[in-house]
């Protein structure tokens, strides 16, 4: 309920509201802020772990490439200095609470919790999985392209994760709105750049109203479990 609730929030203005709204709800629920940041820290660790999986999967196999009039045009410095403030807030982290960190690590490294890791990645994965066939229907059955093979259906959701984790790693960007439909553009520009355009369009649509309607359904999901703690209390 609280994921679903703070889903939305990423649009405004970024990601970055996402996770602090979810830490705030989730805090009041009585959760410490230890294990808040931890399990935003896993939750960001495992859904980029996955696209990483299906993206590093479709270059290695020659499926997909990332397009040279994409990397030509990336301004390298916008890359190169968040990710340089961010491995510094980690070394300035593990500097002063380098014992309790590294414990607390520890603590989550075991066998039995590595199977309940491989479990939690493989539950990450319908995401790319389902809102990649949304984009391979939308291309077909919308835009009329051809696509009929595994390798096409394959290539969508592979090109869709490549979208999505650009949206995801890029600061400033409400959702990754532009950055993830610039992609797919370059990605899907084989189907025709009007195509390209227009699915990257209505798949944005469809995913913005899927997160309204989460949002929706999470306070009157909440709502009734209330009512009903408040009635067992009666």
Known sequence: ITYAKTEIAKYIPSNIMHFAGRHIIAKKMGYSHTSLI?????????VLLVSLVFVFSGLITGLISIPYELTSRINWI?????LVFLI???IFFLIKKKKEFIQKILDYITFKNFKKMIIIFLCYLPFFIVTGSLLFFVFRFFLSVQLTSFYQFAYVIIGFSLAWLSGFIIPGAP????????????????????????????LRIITILGDILSFFLANIIEKKISHHFENEKK
């Not at 931890?38 to 495992?46: C, I, R, Y």
């Not at 916008?78 to 968040?82: A, H, K, N, Q, S």
Request: charged fraction near 10%.
């Open 175 to 202: 959702g990754g709105i532009g950055i993830r439909e610039t992609m797919m553009i370059f990605l899907f520009s084989s189907y025709g750049k009007a195509n390209a355009m227009m699915g990257a369009i209505l």
């Open 88 to 90: 510094g807030l980690v």
């Open 78 to 82: 916008y890359l190169i200095i968040p």
């Open 38 to 46: 931890f399990s935003n820290l896993f939750d960001m660790g495992f």
